[in-house]
């Protein structure tokens, strides 16, 4: 009979990256992906409405997100211009909420009143939008997806 001989025994480990992203409190607001997708003409938005403050809920009337052309013209005159004929770079980016996520609008009447009662130079509602401004505040990207609860949230 043949003695056999003793060996330590070994232990491999294989590791598997994340599938799941999981958001904890206190990160600093949430990464998501959204789409650049907002007609082309100028854009304005809002430095002092962010979506942390001014929150993105389609269930609470007075969120921007539901607000009607005349609550909007309370805002006249508040906007800040970012420029002449924007022009959406149908990209999707990655972005977090503190990075500069702002409502604005495109005026789509710039130059001319429309036949579905817009006026330029008056932010109608349907010309709603959400702006990007980048970490850096010099970017200029808007969405016309304004209900942030449906946007993908970017896995870490």
């Known amino acids: 009979m043949e003695m056999m001989m003793w060996e330590r025994p070994e232990m491999n480990e294989v590791v598997f990256p994340a599938n799941a992203y999981c958001s904890s409190c206190g990160e600093g607001g949430t990464t998501y992906w959204f789409e650049c997708n907002a007609p082309s003409n100028q854009l304005y938005y809002y430095d002092y409405m962010n979506?942390?403050?001014?929150?993105?809920?389609?269930?609470?009337?007075?969120?921007?997100?539901?607000?009607?052309?005349?609550?909007?013209?309370?805002?006249?005159?508040?906007?800040d211009y970012l420029g002449n004929l924007y022009h959406a770079c149908g990209q999707e980016h990655k972005a977090s909420t503190g990075e500069g996520f702002y409502w604005g609008f495109i005026d789509l009447q710039y130059g001319?009143?429309?036949?579905?009662?817009?006026?330029?130079?008056?932010?109608?509602?349907?010309?709603?939008?959400?702006?990007?401004?980048?970490?850096?505040?010099?970017?200029?990207?808007?969405?016309?997806?304004?209900?942030?609860?449906?946007?993908?949230?970017?896995?870490?």
């Open 51 to 79: 979506l942390e403050d001014y929150k993105s809920d389609k269930d609470d009337p007075d969120s921007p997100l539901n607000w009607t052309t005349d609550r909007w013209a309370e805002e006249k005159n508040k906007w």
């Open 112 to 156: 001319y009143d429309s036949e579905d009662g817009g006026e330029k130079g008056r932010h109608d509602a349907f010309e709603t939008v959400i702006v990007w401004r980048g970490s850096d505040g010099k970017q200029g990207h808007a969405t016309k997806n304004l209900d942030v609860s449906t946007w993908e949230i970017a896995k870490s």
